[in-house]
Nanobody, 128 residues
Framework: QVSLVESGGRSERTGGSVNLSCKGIPLIPSFDMSEYCLGWFRQTPGKEREGVAAIDTDGTTRYADSVEGRFTISKDNTKNTLDLQMDNLQPEDTATYVC??????????????????WGQGTEVTVSS
């Protein structure tokens, strides 16, 4: 019902900021992003994919402990976009970031099978 496309990944120094965006491209005319909860995940080689942040249909947000206070997830249903503002970046934030969507009111950070639609990912590299 939707194709997700991430953008904004780049290299940044420790302590810097990066904003990621995820655009939802409707595949059916009746698609309404307000009916979907959304999340951001990240993955590095050799590690399991980690749920980073999620936002419910009512705007409630939740974050992994590792990013709480540094990352902010937000959405704009009118533009079909999902953002992840990442501040005070650390080398351990280096990863491929992927957005995901599920047609539920609430999205957890895990398990991944909760989510139906996934983007291809955008890379963030943080160097000291």
């Amino acid at each position: 019902q939707v194709s997700l496309v991430e953008s904004g990944g780049r290299s940044e120094r420790t302590g810097g900021s990066v904003n990621l965006s995820c655009k939802g491209i409707p595949l059916i005319p009746s698609f309404d992003m307000s009916e979907y909860c959304l999340g951001w995940f990240r993955q590095t080689p050799g590690k399991e994919r980690e749920g980073v942040a999620a936002i419910d249909t009512d705007g409630t947000t939740r974050y992994a402990d590792s990013v709480e206070g540094r990352f902010t997830i937000s959405k704009d249903n009118t533009k079909n976009t999902l953002d992840l503002q990442m501040d005070n970046l650390q080398p351990e934030d280096t990863a491929t970031y992927v957005c995901a969507a599920a047609k539920f009111s609430r999205c957890p950070l895990a398990p991944e099978i909760w989510y139906t639609f996934w983007g291809q990912g955008t890379e963030v590299t943080v160097s000291s």
